[in-house]
C-alpha cells in the first residue's frame, strides 16, 4: 500500500505562483512514478504531469509546459507542483498518484484525497 497526502492548495489571483505538495509513505520501493492530475467541476481528471521515482525524468501536459515544475525531496518522500502564472483556467481540485508511467488516470493505483486550487482573475 501506497499513502499519498496533499496539500498546499488555496485561493490566489490570476498571475500567482502556488506550491502543492504530495507526501508519500508506505511501501515507497513500490512507487514507480508519481502523478500529478487536475479535476474541474464537470470534467474529466485530466494529466497535468509526473517524475519517475528512479530518475527524476519529467512529463507534462502541453497547457502546463513553461509554468508548472514537478520535482522530488528525497529524503522526505515528497513530490512538489510549483505552478506560476496561475490563470483562471487551472481552477481545480488537484491530486497527487502513484502508478505506471501514464497519461491516462486508469494508469494510477494510488490517489490522494486532493487539495482544491482556485484561481480568481
Known amino acids: 500500500q501506497v499513502q499519498l497526502v496533499e496539500s498546499g492548495g488555496g485561493v490566489v489571483l490570476a498571475g500567482a505562483s502556488l506550491r502543492l505538495l504530495c507526501a508519500v509513505s508506505?511501501?515507497?520501493?513500490?512507487?514507480?512514478?508519481m502523478g500529478w492530475f487536475l479535476q474541474a467541476p464537470g470534467k474529466e481528471r485530466g494529466f497535468v504531469g509526473l517524475?519517475?521515482?528512479?530518475?527524476?525524468?519529467?512529463d507534462y501536459a502541453d497547457s502546463v509546459k513553461g509554468r508548472f515544475t514537478i520535482s522530488r525531496y528525497y529524503t522526505k518522500n515528497t513530490v512538489y507542483l510549483q505552478m506560476n502564472s496561475l490563470h483562471a483556467d487551472d481552477t481545480a481540485v488537484y491530486y497527487c498518484?502513484?502508478?505506471?508511467?501514464?497519461?491516462?488516470?486508469?494508469?494510477?493505483?494510488?490517489w490522494g484525497q486532493g487539495t482544491q486550487v482556485t484561481v480568481s482573475s
Open positions: 517524475i519517475n521515482w528512479s530518475d527524476d525524468s519529467t
Open positions: 508506505g511501501r515507497t520501493s513500490t512507487t514507480h512514478n
Open positions: 498518484a502513484a502508478g505506471t508511467r501514464s497519461h491516462d488516470p486508469s494508469e494510477y493505483r494510488y
